[in-house]
């Protein structure tokens, strides 16, 4: 009688430790899914501002200056800094045109990754596992691309 008593104690704590250390509740999923959507930059708040609008979003840039050459050929640039230069935008004739956001994690394989940019989730255009997932023409964006340590978002080509 005794050894029965000890083989149900211990199925009974066998059980309680599988149960408590077994897989992930979905409480916990949730906490996972809504880290994942946190929004790294609102792309509505900054893509075609001026630079004093995305100011009012970023603060003052850390650093800036004229640019000429690629991809201001033609037209008056600036580039400026933000957010310990983790944030590179590039002001085309007055307007943010090109954003590079530095240092992310790998994305390349997260299609939803628009919702960590303020945008809505959709398909994307393009995408290969471990280098690149891109979209075109999103909410009057040409291109967004995430790569596997910085995002390069194209408001305009």
Avoid: H
Avoid at 60 to 84: D, Q, R, T
Avoid at 123 to 136: A, E, S, Y
Wanted: contains cysteine; proline residues 1%; hydrophobic residues 35%.
């Amino acid at each position: 009688m005794n050894k029965f008593k000890a083989v149900i104690i211990l199925l009974f704590f066998g059980q309680l430790l599988i149960s408590s250390c077994g897989g992930k509740s979905k409480e916990s999923n949730k906490t996972k899914t809504t880290e994942q959507v946190s929004v790294i930059l609102d792309l509505t708040q900054i893509a075609n501002k001026t630079e004093k609008e995305v100011e009012k979003t970023l603060n003052k840039a850390e650093k800036s200056e004229i640019i000429k050459g690629y991809p201001c050929e033609k037209v008056n640039c600036k580039k400026a800094l933000y957010k310990s230069e983790k944030i590179e935008i590039i002001f085309k004739e007055g307007k943010a045109n090109r954003i590079t956001i530095n240092g992310t994690s790998d994305l390349t394989d997260m299609e939803n990754a628009l919702e960590l940019l303020g945008l809505k989730n959709q398909k994307p255009t393009f995408k290969k596992n471990g280098n690149v997932i891109r979209w075109k023409n999103v909410k009057g964006i040409a291109e967004i691309s995430c790569f596997t340590d910085y995002i390069l978002i194209n408001v305009k080509k």
